[in-house]
């Protein structure tokens, strides 16, 4: 059973950075499309990022690119989203999810396996 485990989220000030941690066990994650997603509370799920398993490809929602980076590192079994000049409206629940199809969307319908979630809260 696949099962994912994030870490890293926390309080920080605007302008500040965080980095993500989603970690994997009971399977190899260099053989799974991961993704970030998140949930503000009252609102739905968004995707955030994600990274195919073949070719390392990446995707960012337009609301993060230019200040949130994913990045996997496969001896470690994790991959991470390392969080850049943060904005209070990233506040959220922040999930990861895996799929094994290598395509990299932003559709949390096409993941079937999620860890449980880290908080973020961007505050001043």
């Known amino acids: 059973q696949l099962h994912l485990v994030e870490s890293g989220g926390g309080l920080v000030q605007p302008g500040g950075s965080l980095r993500l941690s989603c970690a994997a066990s009971g399977f190899t994650l260099d053989y799974y499309t991961i993704g970030w997603f998140r949930q503000a509370p009252g609102k739905e799920r968004e995707g955030v990022s994600c990274?195919?398993?073949?070719?390392?490809?990446?995707k960012y929602a337009e609301f993060v690119k230019g200040r949130f980076t994913i990045s996997r590192d496969n001896a470690k079994n994790t991959v991470y989203l390392q969080m850049n000049s943060l904005k209070p409206e990233d506040t959220a629940i922040y999930y990861c999810a895996a799929r094994r199809s290598s395509l990299c969307v932003l559709s949390s319908n096409t993941f079937g396996s999620w860890g449980q979630g880290t908080e973020v809260t961007v505050s001043s």
């Open positions: 990274i195919s398993r073949s070719d390392g490809d990446t």
